[in-house]
């Protein structure tokens, strides 16, 4: 970090009023450009703070220069450049964000997607719908909020068509761009896609950013576990262990806690002292996390040792059963060994699967459970890994 840099990020207003002020005015793009490129070793409230020092140095008179600082692209300064570009826009500067939407790179793309989200210009909407699926993430989803901005369906109808596609990397897509379009009536369509997609933690992990957790508790009991049940697989591997604020993890689980049990919450529970319990027995999950995180993490494990967990148990075996939604998660708790066996009869490979696995865990797997798995099962892969059991 050179010495510009540490000033423009000191607490000493002597240090970062000429930076900033000259950063603007020159404009500075080198020193921009190693601002973004510090993203990951600063501070949220430094780089906030940084955002609210740069914007206050921006007039009518030097806005502008803001254009050479498009070609680097930083979530943390996307909003200060924008909101300025926005309050001095004019139909020249229009035109510019237009032309640099079309021909710029993806980072001027991805500011331009943000700007037309203020300045509804119908011109836009051909490149925000063209944009709308694209592989860097802050594109495709400054696109799908404009187009929400502007009331454009195309990309949204097309995003929902996607959920029924077999491409699960097509399914996530579509499901990104649906919560940053942020029509809240598709959160239904989304849990069913999520439901059969390989990518269902990533799903789980989206959908709290569409709706509100409690609200779809309230809405569908047995969905919203299933989608807590799923953040829960997915922390510190699919999702990062920061998101446990935005889940509002802590609160919901201290709802059900506090709830009459159900084999449903029973199971979620389990699955919740198991994983809080793995995260906190080394470093290896918490290492790179913030004070604020790892006090979190470690709240909610002791939050989930209030928890009689031999309550828990029985109720969890009562989801052992083919058409439930958390049978695999119960399959890891139980020492009920006619209950997985019953599973043998599924019409689900993968189910069916699973159950050998515990039994051989259980050290009760047989030649006939074997036997009687692989005349059922018509799935070659499946076949290979039951008989390497």
């Not at 004019?90 to 331009?112: A, R, V």
């Not at 699967?353 to 006939?368: N, P, V, Y």
Request: with cysteine; proline share 3%.
């Amino acid at each position: 970090m050179n010495d510009r840099l540490k000033k423009l990020t000191s607490k000493n207003p002597d240090d970062f009023e000429t930076v900033a002020r000259n950063l603007i005015n020159t404009p500075d793009v080198e020193l921009f450009k190693e601002l973004v490129e510090s993203d990951d070793f600063l501070f949220d409230f430094v780089k906030q703070n940084v955002a609210n020092r740069l914007e206050k140095n921006c007039n009518e008179g030097n806005y502008l220069n803001l254009i050479s600082f498009l070609k680097y692209y930083s979530p943390s300064y996307e909003d200060f450049i924008v909101s300025v570009l926005t309050k001095y826009a004019n139909e020249d500067l229009t035109d510019k964000m237009l032309d640099l939407f079309e021909n710029g790179t993806e980072d001027e793309k991805t500011y331009c997607a943000k700007f037309f989200s203020y300045i509804k210009d119908p011109l836009a909407i051909e490149f925000l719908n063209k944009y709308s699926f694209d592989e860097n993430p802050a594109l495709s989803s400054n696109c799908a909020s404009s187009l929400a901005a502007m009331g454009d369906r195309e990309s949204y109808e097309k995003a929902l068509h996607m959920l029924d596609e077999d491409d699960d990397f097509a399914r996530l897509s579509a499901v990104k761009f649906l919560v940053s379009y942020a029509d809240k009536s598709a959160a239904d369509k989304i849990i069913e896609a999520m439901k059969k997609s390989a990518f269902a933690e990533n799903i789980a992990g989206e959908l709290p950013y569409l709706c509100n957790i409690f609200d779809l508790y309230d809405k569908n009991k047995t969905d919203c576990l299933y989608v807590i049940n799923l953040i829960i697989n997915g922390l510190g591997e699919i999702l990062g262990l920061s998101q446990v604020f935005d889940f509002k993890l802590y609160e919901f689980l201290e709802t059900l806690i506090r709830q009459p049990k159900t084999s449903q919450t029973a199971t979620v529970l389990l699955n919740a002292q198991d994983k809080f319990e793995t995260l906190t027995e080394n470093d290896e999950y918490l290492f790179d996390e913030t004070k604020d995180t790892k006090q979190e993490i470690k709240d909610i494990k002791e939050l989930l040792k209030t928890v009689n967990l031999g309550e828990l148990y029985p109720l969890a075996d009562e989801e052992i059963k083919p058409d439930s939604l958390f049978v695999y998660t119960a399959l890891e708790f139980t020492e009920n060994e006619a209950l997985v066996r019953a599973l043998l009869s599924a019409e689900n490979p993968t189910i069916v699967l699973r159950a050998l696995e515990i039994l051989k865990q259980m050290e009760a797997l047989t030649s006939e459970d074997k036997s009687e798995a692989l005349e059922k099962i018509e799935d070659l892969n499946i076949k290979s890994i039951i008989m390497a059991i």
